[in-house]
C-alpha cells in the first residue's frame, strides 16, 4: 500500500510495462490499473491471438491434480510411440526436452503430488470471482455461463482407472457424481452407445469465446489508459540489479520502470537474461471447430484416455486438447486436430465430417514439470515480477495470477502461500 502524502507534496504515477498480451498479461495490467499505475502491454502478436486464443474455453478450477502423477506416468510410454496420442515428442528434439521430462518425473512422487495438489488448490479459490470482475469491468460478463462438464467412460474399468484422481478432488471439496450411460445419453442425446458410464461435475464456468473475452479486457485497458504495442522484445536493457528498457524490434528502445514478464512459452528466454533459469517447454495444443457439427451440446465433454474435449462455443463445436512437444519454432502437424475429431467421433455418432469453414489451430502452452505457474518477484532484478508456466490451466487461473502479481507489486500481503510459485525452484 502506499503512504499518504503530506501537504504540498505530489508523487509521480508509478508505471509497469508488461510483456505478453494473453490473459495473464491483460489481467496484470487492468489489475495494476486499479492501484494508479500506467501501463503499456507489448507483445508480437495482438491481444488474446496466442495460447488463450484457441482453449477449451472452461474454468476448470476442479482441476487441482497435477498433470503428472503417479497413475498416469505409468501411461506415459504407450502414450508416446502414437503420434496421435494424448502426449507425443518429436524424437530429434527429445534430447532438449529431457531435463523438463526427468524433473516431471521427480515431481510426480506421492509427497510431491500432495504438495503441488494444495498450491493448486489455493490458486483455485477465486478463479470465478476474479475472472467476473474482469469481464464485468469490460462489458462483457455475458461470455462466462454456468455449466456443468460431463466426463466420459467407455468402461467400467477406465472408470476405476481415476478413482484415486476423484477422491483427491473430493477432499478438497469438489463434487462428483457418477452417472450411468443411459443417465448420460439423456443428459446430452447425441452421445452413443460406446458410452459405458459418465461423472457429472457441477459448477463449472465457461467462455463462449475465450480470444474475444481477452481481446475485450485489453480493450478495457486501453480505455482506462493503457497503451498496447505489437512488437517483439529483442532483449532486457539493464543497469545494475534494474532493467531500465526494453529494445523492441521495430520501435527501438522502450523505456521501464518497472517490468512484469507474462510471455507464455517465451517467458523463460527473458528470464535467462536476467540469469534465471527456468524449465519452461511448449505444450503444444491444437484444436478444430466445426460451424457444422451436425451435433448440439450443451454443455463441455471430455474422454477419459483421450485428449481434448469438446465444448459448444458462439463460432461452432470446439474440440481442444492434446500435448506435443516440439519446441517454440516447429511446424504444426494438424494430423492431431484432426485426431480430435476421430476421437470424438467414438462417442458422437452423428458428428459431420469437416468441411470446408472447419479451422484447425495450434497454440504454445507454456509449461513447467511440476504443473505450477511462476508467480511472483525476480530474484535477481529489483523491479520485474514473473508470471507465466500455466500449462493447461492459463485462461483459469490468469486473472487470479493478475491480481497476485498486482498484489506482489503493491506491498499486499497474499491469502496464499505463494512459495510454491517462485521463479528459483528449478
Not at 474455453?57 to 506415459?76: R, S
Not at 511446424?331 to 476421430?342: C, G, I, V
Not at 487461473?397 to 506491498?411: C, D, F, K, Q
Request: charge should be neutral.
Amino acid at each position: 500500500m502506499r503512504g499518504f502524502l503530506q501537504d504540498g507534496e505530489s508523487v509521480t504515477q508509478p508505471s509497469a510495462t508488461i510483456i505478453g498480451a494473453g490473459i495473464v498479461g491483460v489481467s496484470a495490467a487492468t489489475f495494476l490499473q486499479r492501484e494508479g499505475y500506467k501501463v503499456t502491454i507489448i507483445d508480437r502478436v495482438p491481444p488474446g491471438e496466442g495460447a488463450s486464443f484457441g482453449n477449451a474455453g472452461g474454468l476448470a478450477f476442479a482441476e487441482i491434480v497435477p498433470t503428472v502423477h503417479p497413475h498416469m506416468l505409468m501411461k506415459i510410454p504407450g502414450w508416446l510411440l502414437d503420434p496421435l496420442g494424448p502426449l507425443t515428442i518429436r524424437w530429434s528434439y527429445f534430447p532438449r526436452a529431457l531435463p523438463w521430462f526427468l524433473s516431471m518425473a521427480r515431481n510426480s512422487l506421492p509427497d510431491r503430488v500432495k504438495a503441488i495438489t494444495a498450491a493448486r488448490a489455493d490458486l483455485a479459490l477465486r478463479v470465478v470471482s476474479d475472472f467476473e470482475t474482469l469481464l464485468k469491468a469490460a462489458g462483457t460478463a455475458d461470455m462466462i455461463r454456468l455449466q456443468d462438464t460431463l466426463r466420459l467412460y467407455d468402461s467400467e474399468k477406465q472408470f476405476l482407472s481415476e478413482a484415486s484422481e476423484r477422491e483427491i478432488k473430493k477432499a478438497h471439496g469438489y463434487e462428483m457424481t457418477r452417472i450411468s450411460g443411459d443417465e448420460a445419453r439423456e443428459m446430452e442425446p447425441a452421445l452413443g452407445k460406446t458410452v459405458h458410464c459418465g461423472v457429472f461435475h457441477g459448477g463449472w464456468y465457461f467462455l463462449t469465446n475465450p480470444g474475444r473475452a481477452v481481446k475485450s479486457i485489453a480493450a478495457e485497458v486501453v480505455r482506462n489508459g493503457g497503451t498496447v504495442l505489437q512488437d517483439e522484445v529483442v532483449t532486457l536493457e539493464r543497469e545494475g540489479n534494474r532493467v531500465t528498457g526494453l529494445r523492441l524490434k521495430d520501435y527501438g528502445l522502450h523505456e521501464v520502470d518497472r517490468l512484469v514478464i507474462c510471455a507464455g512459452a517465451y517467458s523463460h528466454l527473458l528470464a535467462r537474461q536476467l540469469g534465471e533459469k527456468v524449465l519452461l517447454e511448449a505444450e503444444r495444443g491444437y484444436h478444430m471447430v466445426l460451424p457444422n457439427s451436425g451435433v448440439n451440446l450443451s454443455r463441455s465433454l471430455t474422454m477419459a484416455g483421450k485428449p481434448g474435449a469438446a465444448t459448444p462455443m458462439e463460432m461452432g463445436l470446439r474440440l481442444a486438447g492434446s500435448d506435443e512437444f516440439a519446441g517454440l519454432d516447429a511446424a504444426p502437424n494438424y494430423a492431431r486436430a484432426d485426431a480430435l475429431w476421430t476421437n470424438f467421433k467414438t462417442v458422437l455418432p452423428g458428428l459431420k465430417e469437416p468441411d470446408a469453414e472447419t479451422t484447425r489451430w495450434m497454440g504454445r502452452r507454456p509449461g513447467t514439470p511440476d504443473s505450477l505457474p511462476v508467480i511472483g518477484p525476480s530474484k535477481t532484478t529489483a523491479n520485474v515480477w514473473y508470471g507465466f508456466g500455466h500449462g493447461h490451466m492459463g485462461l483459469t487461473w490468469g486473472p487470479s495470477t493478475g491480481r497476485l502479481i498486482a498484489e506482489a507489486m503493491t506491498g499486499v500481503k497474499s491469502n496464499i502461500d505463494m512459495a510454491p510459485f517462485r521463479v528459483d525452484r528449478f
